[in-house]
């Protein structure tokens, strides 16, 4: 699939694909919702035939071959059973056996909860509390900057902690201390929003990056055929709605 | 039959939560098997649980084709966009490349799938300008200092900015990334910290309410 | 005049997407080609930790990104592969994400013969695996046990580079440079267990909230998207995509604030009259 024919072709489907979606900022159309309902489609296939080469074949079938083969009893079992309660979450859709669905569902949240709870413990909870007072150890040790920095971090923390602790009423000092950390959550807030910005411009200009690539001579101008088109399909339909409402007044 | 449907299923969650759980302290090589079986289970039954979103979108667009609602037509891209895919993984054997050629499932990843899930992110961007220019409304000073803060990430993001910030308060010796890594290393990481603090202590009763069967919304009707 | 001013704010928002569209395309076209200056702390960091390793040193490249964040990651991708290799410093990529086969294909297309560098003697591919977890642990006992081949299904104890590589003991550190949650997998299941030093390459979206792991230097650095990528290449003063990415983005950023700021000035002007 790499010849000059299958290049080019590319070059119109990723182009078209792209500029259909971008279409629906003009308005909504079928180019649009072809995309729309193609994306759900391809998503779901590319992500079904990922965990059937990738997982299922190399981590079911191949080894339960083999271990039947060489007849290994333990992997077999070790390798039918995660199957079988896979299996049972499809049972969902059958409200007479849907209960047997269970199985697999108490597998996977007893599995999750399990590995969620020391890893999130150490990592965002005591990690971050050590992080919080670690400064004050040696404090007076610190630069005047990295004291007020420690202190701010320390105020801040503390603050936001108070605004989202709901078991007790936010009124008098509990109230002062919430809204000072509802401060400190405007700046992160306001840091996020700014770094999404530059975020989803990047990807957009990825997108044009890649739609002023293929409006190249080598791409056969791509990208210029696919606008060409849909310009005229938009005056099109704004000539034939005109006229309708012409013919309908 | 309330053992069956009910008991054996809390005990399945108490035991591979507890045994988990332990396994991330207990330092010994019994910990590393369980957790490598148990990673293999989990690949192997989540695997499974795409299927269920398969079997709903195509059931959903079934009953919209077979109804002829408004739009149905639309419906039956959805199997064209499912089949294109699963063909080319068939005939590729689900490799993207092979011997440093693409195959067809990597030309149809190049071509159809990346440019229309990149496309559907980058769209975002654009409802961005819309909300900066009609919804930004700066009516407290919270709202004031989540604007500033947005502002100095803007601006230290991008050369232009720079050079903005140098020329217009360049007497006060400080750059603009000097500030934004202030922003992003202080306030905002207290910030933060509170809410991750907050959530990993929110997750940890939700797991022990989830080991203990005292959460089961998981398992649908009683 | 207040009626005026009420359409300005209520003006048609597809103006303000061509606008958008424009400030990105025009520069794609003609590149403006202001030089960034200012490089922040923690890509400092990280360019700091790679230029002090010893030569020969082994470090792991977590490459977890597919096309629809590649155009932040790949060049920060690329940068940290320039020095790493500029340095003599040996490389094992692996990744999580299916989609990264293409990206990290060209990769080491293109890098490794600018730096004379030899597969399998200073870098080796490994293939794609869908359980990072299941990887992550399995690395602290044996990476040959989880990873017995490498891409091209050749034993990975054949190569050169791999013979004294068993473990993170044997491993400088760790670079996972990732549009998903896998960098906090990296922190809390190889960092904060087994001590090893993690590194990462981020989207600008999730660049802030990793303030708190950076503090207590449960990162020992972070590339914080297209500027932070345009950062490493200021560097390793090789600029590439995250340079003139960043040098396309200039008008549109400076077209939000713009924005931001005119509608808050009507809204005043528009409380008062």
């Not at chain 1, 896979?86 to 697999?104: C, D, E, N």
């Not at chain 1, 411009?201 to 001579?217: A, E, I, M, T, W």
């Not at chain 2, 490799?95 to 149809?108: F, H, P």
């Not at chain 3, 993690?198 to 972070?222: D, E, H």
Request: net charge positive; with cysteine.
């Amino acid at each position: 699939m790499d010849t000059q024919v299958s290049v080019i072709l590319g070059a119109f489907v990723a182009s078209g694909l792209t500029l259909f979606i971008f279409s629906f900022l003009y308005k909504d159309n079928p180019f649009f919702k072809i995309a729309e309902h193609l994306y759900m489609g391809v998503g779901l296939a590319w992500h079904i035939q990922l965990t059937i080469y990738k997982v299922i074949k190399p981590k079911v079938w191949e080894p339960l071959k083999l271990a039947w083969e060489n007849g290994d009893t333990f992997t077999v079992w070790m390798t039918i059973i995660p199957a079988v309660l896979g299996i049972t979450l499809v049972t969902q859709f059958i409200p007479k056996i849907s209960w047997i669905s269970r199985y697999g569902f108490t597998f996977l949240m007893g599995y999750a909860a399990g590995l969620a709870l020391p890893a999130g413990l150490a990592t965002d909870f005591s990690n971050q509390i050590l992080g919080t007072i670690e400064p004050f150890a040696n404090f007076f040790s610190l630069s005047p900057g990295r004291m007020i920095n420690a202190v701010i971090i320390l105020i801040g923390t503390v603050s936001v902690l108070f605004y989202f602790f709901f078991s007790v009423e936010h009124k008098g000092v509990v109230k002062k201390i919430s809204n000072f950390g509802i401060y400190f959550l405007m700046i992160y807030f306001g840091a996020s929003f700014g770094n999404t910005v530059m975020a989803r411009f990047s990807l957009l200009y990825g997108r044009f990056d890649l739609l002023v690539r293929y409006s190249q001579k080598e791409y056969f101008y791509a990208t210029n055929w696919i606008i060409v088109g849909l310009l005229i399909y938009f005056i099109a339909e704004k000539i034939v709605t005109n006229k309708l409402l012409k013919a309908r007044s | 039959m309330n053992i069956i449907k009910k008991y054996i299923p809390l005990t399945i969650v108490f035991i591979f939560g507890i045994i988990t759980l332990a396994s991330y302290y207990v330092p010994h090589r019994a910990s590393d098997e369980y957790l490598e079986w148990i990673n293999k289970w989990e690949n192997i039954v989540s695997a499974f649980a795409l299927f269920l979103g398969m079997i709903s979108l195509f059931y959903s667009h079934y009953k919209k084709i077979q109804r002829k609602v408004d739009g149905w037509g639309y419906s039956l891209f959805v199997y064209i966009g499912f089949f294109i895919i699963m063909g080319a993984a068939i005939l590729s054997e689900g490799d993207i490349s092979k011997e440093g050629k693409l195959t067809y499932l990597g030309w149809s990843f190049n071509n159809i799938y990346n440019p229309l899930s990149a496309t559907m992110f980058s769209v975002l961007a654009f409802f961005i300008i819309s909300t900066a220019y009609r919804s930004f409304k700066i009516k407290s000073f919270a709202a004031f200092l989540l604007f500033i803060c947005g502002l100095i990430l803007m601006i230290g993001n991008i050369p232009l900015g720079e050079i903005i910030w140098d020329k217009v308060f360049g007497w006060t010796k400080l750059t603009i990334g000097e500030i934004k890594d202030w922003i992003i290393s202080v306030p905002s990481t207290a910030g933060r910290r509170g809410i991750m603090i907050g959530i990993a202590i929110g997750a940890a009763v939700t797991s022990l309410k989830i080991i203990f069967g005292i959460e089961r919304g998981y398992m649908g009707k009683e | 005049m207040k009626e005026k001013l009420n359409k300005i704010l209520k003006l048609d928002r597809r103006y303000l997407f061509v606008l958008l569209t424009l400030s990105i395309v025009i520069p794609i076209i003609k590149p403006i080609g202001i030089p960034s200056k200012s490089i922040s702390t923690s890509t400092k960091d990280t360019y700091n930790f790679i230029e002090n390793l010893p030569e020969g040193s082994t470090i792991i490249l977590s490459l977890d990104y597919d096309p629809s964040t590649a155009p932040e990651l790949h060049p920060m991708a690329a940068a940290v592969l320039k020095h790493a290799f500029k340095k003599n410093i040996k490389v094992i990529i692996l990744t999580f994400i299916a989609g990264s086969g293409g990206l990290i294909d060209e990769l080491v297309r293109t890098i490794p013969p600018q730096y004379s560098k030899e597969y399998g003697k200073d870098y080796v591919v490994l293939p794609y695996m869908a359980n990072p977890l299941a990887a992550l642990t399995q690395m602290a006992s044996d990476i040959h046990s989880f990873y017995d081949k490498d891409i091209n299904n050749k034993p990975l104890k054949n190569y050169e580079m791999m013979k004294n590589i068993k473990n993170y003991k044997d491993v400088a550190g760790v670079i996972g440079i990732t549009g998903t949650a896998l960098l906090d997998y990296w922190v809390v299941y190889v960092g904060d267990k087994y001590g090893v030093p993690i590194l990462g390459g981020v989207t600008a979206i999730s660049q802030v909230g990793y303030g708190p792991y950076l503090q207590k230097k449960q990162l020992k650095g972070l590339i914080g998207g297209m500027k932070g990528a345009a950062e490493y290449e200021n560097l390793i003063s090789q600029p590439w995509k995250g340079t003139s990415g960043i040098d396309a983005l200039n008008i549109a950023h400076i077209l939000v604030i713009v924005f931001i700021i005119f509608s808050n000035i009507v809204l005043l002007i528009l409380k008062f009259l």
